[in-house]
């Protein structure tokens, strides 16, 4: 919780700040700023969890509201020192339309940003995505690449166009005048497939291994590698980019950092298997059971059920042509820029981030 020995007189906002990642800012944030006089929580759902932190030294304001409507964001961030927007719409599997995808993503950026210029605030963070860089439309490996790698990005889905359009924003917005006439200094974090505490997948496919008697169906070869970052660092690297980005905004402004930590290079189901694991779960097969062809064409299924279906109900699968490009193709990051800019070390080890991982998924066994 907050030193009381520091003065507290920062206002923070952070947008999102209910879902899988802003819980984690939010919690992050109260355990280590000691300089946070007031955290205000934006999000259009607000979590009933909320109220436990309206006791501490911290003034916690929870306010609901659409990143959508200009006028409540504006509201929002006037009189805040710092904004992280990790607000977005996370939709692979076709459950929002294109245009609802854009107008969160992008549009509710840039009202983000705009709130920034009008009220006077200086300091922005957005949550992008290692998706604004790849895996692209043709399937192109990212091997252990850093910020500076060349890669073809190019994509189709509106989730990583949405992601791709928010963060250029974020960067263009970088040096504009605020109101004041002091300099707005914004920069990009791109989490790779954060895990952790909260996350809905990992539970969805427990309770797929557990509907069938504990196993689950290797469908991706092991040697494609998917880059995952636990979410405790996530949540850690901006809290850090926040507190250091007034002093070193001429390095850090403008700028975007992949989020990294150890958890170890594995494929997709691998990775996802040193959780589920230890929970009784086992991955059958050593090389898919289905040969590749015929998952690509069940995912082309899929999606064209989902449009003969559209009038009647929602069917979103996992599977579907984009995540499975996406699962299928190799994509890790190596890099160093968080620590060589402002000394970005991961909180916790992989050891720590497994155990919590797996506590987080045994406790949430009964909640199917
Ligand atoms: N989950 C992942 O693996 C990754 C996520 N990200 C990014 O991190 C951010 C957070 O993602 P998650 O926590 O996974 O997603 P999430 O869906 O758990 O959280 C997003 C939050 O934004 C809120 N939100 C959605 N639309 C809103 C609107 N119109 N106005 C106000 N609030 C709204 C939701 O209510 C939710 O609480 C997103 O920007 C996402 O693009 C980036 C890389 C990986
Ligand atoms: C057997 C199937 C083919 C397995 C399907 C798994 C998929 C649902 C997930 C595989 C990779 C995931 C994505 C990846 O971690 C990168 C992401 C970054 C984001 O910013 C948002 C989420 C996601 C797109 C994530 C979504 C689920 C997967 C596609």
Avoid at 80 to 89: D, E, K, P, Q, W
Avoid at 111 to 134: D, H, W
Avoid at 216 to 226: D, M, N, Q, T, W
Avoid at 259 to 267: A, F
Wanted: hydrophobic share 40%; net charge neutral.
């Amino acid at each position: 919780m907050a030193n009381s020995a520091q003065t507290q007189e920062l206002v923070y906002l952070v947008t999102g700040g209910c879902g899988f990642l802003g819980e984690h800012v939010v919690r992050m944030l109260l355990q280590r700023e000691p300089r946070l006089r007031e955290l205000r929580i934006f999000d259009l759902h607000l979590g009933p969890w909320l109220e436990e932190l309206k006791t501490g030294p911290v003034q916690v304001t929870a306010i609901q509201g659409d990143v959508t409507q200009a006028h409540e964001v504006a509201a929002a961030v006037a009189g805040a020192h710092v904004v992280i927007h990790t607000a977005g719409l996370v939709d692979v599997f076709g459950k929002t339309s294109p245009e609802t995808i854009h107008e969160v993503n992008v549009q509710g950026t840039q009202n983000v940003i705009e709130a920034c210029v009008q009220t006077g605030t200086r300091f922005l963070i957005y949550t992008s995505s290692m998706e604004v860089v790849g895996p692209n439309i043709k399937g192109q490996p990212f091997y252990r690449g850093n910020e500076n790698t060349p890669y073809e990005a190019v994509h189709r889905h509106p989730y990583p166009c949405s992601k791709a359009l928010a963060e250029r924003l974020v960067l263009e917005a970088n040096g504009r005048e605020v109101l004041g006439g002091l300099p707005l200094v914004t920069c990009a974090l791109r989490p790779t497939g954060i895990y952790g505490e909260g996350h809905q997948i990992m539970k969805d496919f427990y309770h797929q291994g557990l509907r069938l008697g504990g196993r689950l169906f290797r469908a991706i070869p092991a040697s494609v590698e998917h880059g995952r970052v636990y979410v405790g660092n996530v949540a850690w690297m901006h809290v850090l980019v926040a507190r250091e980005l007034e002093h070193r905004a001429a390095l850090m402004g403008g700028q975007v950092y992949f989020c990294y930590d150890n958890s170890p290079y594995k494929s997709y189901e691998d990775f996802n298997m040193e959780f589920l694991g230890p929970c009784g779960l086992q991955l059958v097969g050593t090389r898919p059971l289905m040969p590749y062809w015929l998952l690509v064409l069940l995912a082309a299924l899929n999606t064209l059920l989902q449009w003969l279906l559209r009038p009647l109900l929602l069917y979103a699968p996992l599977l579907n042509p984009y995540t499975l490009a996406v699962a299928n193709t190799t994509f890790t990051v190596s890099t160093d820029k968080a620590r060589r800019h402002f000394g970005y070390e991961p909180l916790f080890s992989w050891e720590e981030s497994r155990t919590r991982t797996i506590r987080w998924v045994q406790t949430a066994e009964g909640s199917a």
